[in-house]
């Protein structure tokens, strides 16, 4: 399986502001994905970032607010910009690839917009 | 839209066997069962999928009916660290290219 760490584990920002969040895997792995579970819902799918190319968003994503980026075959972030309270959310990254059965999912990254 | 149906929620006795059933009635046949789980404040623990026969692992026990339209993980002993949300996924064959969707899941409680 595959060891993912998120950085950082929480904060809290101020509204207006952007928080970026790092995924570090410990193998290579060629596709990411990030996801967002806000307070007491499932998770929902951001984007999928794989490595050299423009990451895909999902309906209701866009570029401007959660760009993302995928400099290599371990590691991604990903960008919350121009903050309100309604981006206040548990945002994870998990990876997979065509050799995986699965995916596996960092810690999350607990975030709360004042 | 998630493309399973699962109770909101479940108790079950630590102890004893937790039977946590997922509808699916639209699988299609290149499509696998996946369990995930959530332990509060973690992310989601991949637990176990299967395609069409019954699996086992170290952590649980897949049972899909004939037809495939449905499907129930059985944790053999719970214990109060089973407490979780339980997700039932379907999706496309190991290998692909395709993301998890999630739907809402069994939120397990396991009691003393």
């Known amino acids: 399986s595959a060891v993912i760490s998120q950085k950082p584990s929480r904060d809290i920002c101020q509204r207006g502001t952007s928080l970026t969040i790092q995924c570090q895997v410990d193998?290579?792995?060629?596709?990411m994905f990030w996801y967002r579970q806000q307070p007491g819902q499932s998770l929902t799918l951001i984007a999928t970032?794989?490595?050299?190319?423009?990451?895909?968003?999902e309906s209701g994503f866009v570029i401007d607010k959660f760009p993302i980026s995928r400099p290599n075959l371990t590691f991604s972030t990903l960008t919350v910009s121009n903050l309100s309270p309604e981006d206040s959310s548990i945002y994870l990254c998990s990876v997979g690839g065509p050799s995986t059965d699965t995916q596996y999912f960092g810690p999350g990254t607990r975030l709360t917009v004042l | 839209d998630a493309k399973t149906t699962q109770p909101p929620s479940m108790d079950c006795a630590e102890g004893r066997a937790a039977n946590l059933p997922c509808n699916h009635s639209t699988i299609s046949g290149n499509e696998y069962v996946y369990w995930y789980r959530q332990i509060h404040s973690q992310g989601p623990q991949y637990i176990i999928h299967?395609?069409?026969n019954n699996e086992t692992n170290e952590m649980a026990s897949l049972i899909i009916t004939e037809d495939r339209k449905s499907s129930t993980l059985i944790l053999p002993h719970a214990t109060l660290r089973d407490t979780a949300v339980y997700y039932c996924?379907?999706?496309?064959?190991?290998?692909?290219?395709?993301?998890?969707?999630f739907g809402k899941g069994t939120k397990l409680s396991v009691k003393p």
């Open positions: 970032a794989n490595q050299g190319s423009e990451a895909t968003y």
């Open positions: 193998s290579q792995v060629t596709m």
């Open positions: 299967g395609l069409k």
């Open positions: 996924i379907v999706r496309v064959a190991p290998g692909s290219q395709g993301n998890l969707i």
